[in-house]
């Protein structure tokens, strides 16, 4: 293992505050643009049978299910293998070194900017991958970002980096505008950012309190979603979701926590269009709602249900061990799985929601080699492991603006995707060692 491999954890107490902590970070905001070269309405079409089995409309809610895809294999996108950009890749002792990297979002002119948690900054780079300027510093104060986990483009011309416990507006040139406090519910405690509508006008916000369940019995954690017209403005609720599923551990210390239960689902959700999307964890179905907090539609798809295998259970096993020979007290955590009230026997079908610009949305399968705990082993988690992955890179499944199931595109193993802009897919990959570099894949049609 080289010095790039960023230990998870040198203290085991600090260790499970990460990894309990992991859960409630701010989620990372994916924005997805297709530029004309990439498909148009006729092109999403494609050449298969229309696939939507029903389109109805409820009390002014659209309701769309599709059985199967339509995209063949001749009309699908591909994501080619090979990056045309590699940021962090160059053996060169100035470079920023890339960890903890949040939002990427294309600018003009083919350059991007990247925020870099390790070092509290946004970067931006140029269509090269050179450095060009570096937007905020470390701190508390007006500029300043203390946890900086994504940035959105927010109007034309300024850049919105989502910090945590505040809200900073910054040019494009990387002048400090303002900044908002996320002001606590109170009802539902810590407030974070989720997206922006593109004129700046309305922020969509979200609080995930965390609420212990009985002993012995599976909770639900809830999410409750909100429209403002300024993060720290009155909300307009669009509603509480039940975001995952938990079992109550005492910890060492004699407290008590809630731990998510493996293959449960989690409720995913993004801001695009001025829209709020929310991809239910407990089901194949989306629901869109306006900047009113109106539900709009319901987007629903068949996909083959996947059972929790033998082989699933023995990889979490194994992960578990790995845990425990690096830290005995992540037992706490990461229970056997017959402690468990209950255990899953069918694997979640989506983990991830993002939408383009063309209001196609883009849903992530759910990725078997985690086993069954995102907020552990999949990636930007404390345990997550390089090696755990599969060499076939995983898939989202697309649909199109009216909600009928297009089909999948494969991406590039290790890659997580951030954004896409004309035509290039952009996210963080990792190499053998864990260090991350934010790569550039070109988007081609077959």
């Not at 920023?96 to 003009?108: D, F, S, T, Y």
């Not at 300024?158 to 002001?183: C, I, K, M, Y």
């Not at 383009?356 to 086993?371: C, E, F, K, L, T």
Request: a neutral charge; hydrophobic letters at 40%; aromatic letters at 6%.
């Amino acid at each position: 293992m080289t010095a790039k491999r960023a230990s998870v954890c040198s203290n085991s107490a600090s260790l499970i505050r990460r990894l309990l902590s992991a859960s409630t970070v701010a989620t990372v905001t994916v924005t997805v643009t297709l530029s004309a070269g990439c498909g148009n309405a006729e092109r999403d079409a494609g050449g298969g049978e229309a696939n939507v089995t029903g389109v109805r409309d409820s009390a002014g809610v659209r309701i769309v299910e599709s059985t199967s895809p339509r995209w063949t294999e001749n009309d699908s996108w591909q994501v080619n293998r090979e990056p045309v950009v590699d940021i962090g890749a160059a053996n060169d002792d100035s470079a920023p070194v890339l960890a903890r990297v949040g939002g990427i979002v294309p600018l003009a002119a083919g350059q991007v900017a990247v925020v870099n948690g390790s070092d509290r900054q946004v970067l931006v780079f140029d269509s090269t991958g050179q450095l060009v300027r570096r937007v905020g510093r470390r701190g508390e104060g007006p500029g300043e970002l203390s946890r900086p986990t994504d940035a959105m483009l927010c109007g034309a011309d300024s850049l919105l980096v989502n910090d945590v416990a505040r809200v900073t507006l910054f040019d494009v040139s990387g002048a400090h505008q303002r900044e908002w406090p996320l002001v606590p519910s109170p009802s539902d405690g810590a407030v974070r950012l989720a997206g922006v509508a593109p004129d700046c006008g309305a922020f969509l916000l979200y609080a995930r309190p965390e609420r212990l369940p009985a002993p012995n019995e599976i909770g639900v954690a809830p999410a409750t979603l909100f429209w403002a017209s300024a993060p720290d403005a009155a909300r307009d609720t669009l509603g509480t979701f039940d975001a995952r599923r938990t079992v109550r551990r005492t910890l060492g210390s004699g407290g008590d926590q809630a731990v998510s239960v493996p293959w449960t689902g989690e409720t995913r959700w993004v801001a695009a269009g001025g829209l709020a999307y929310v991809a239910l964890g407990s089901s194949p179905e989306v629901r869109v709602y306006d900047r009113a907090a109106k539900l709009t539609a319901v987007i629903r798809w068949r996909p083959l249900p996947t059972s929790v295998s033998d082989a699933d259970r023995s990889a979490y096993d194994k992960r578990r061990a790995n845990a425990l020979k690096l830290a005995p007290v992540m037992a706490q955590i990461l229970p056997e799985l017959r402690e468990f009230p209950v255990n899953a026997t069918s694997r979640p079908a989506h983990l991830g929601i993002l939408v383009d610009d063309s209001a196609r949305i883009w849903v992530r399968d759910y990725p078997n080699w985690i086993a069954g705990r995102p907020d552990l082993f999949d990636r930007d988690m404390p345990l997550y492991n390089p090696d755990d992955e599969p060499p076939v890179g995983e898939a989202w499944q697309v649909f199109d603006r009216d909600g009928g199931w297009l089909g999948p595109v494969q991406l590039p193993a290790r890659l997580t995707v951030r954004a896409v802009a004309h035509n290039r897919v952009y996210g963080v990959w990792r190499d053998d060692d864990g260090a991350e570099h934010v790569r550039v894949y070109a988007i081609t049609s077959r």
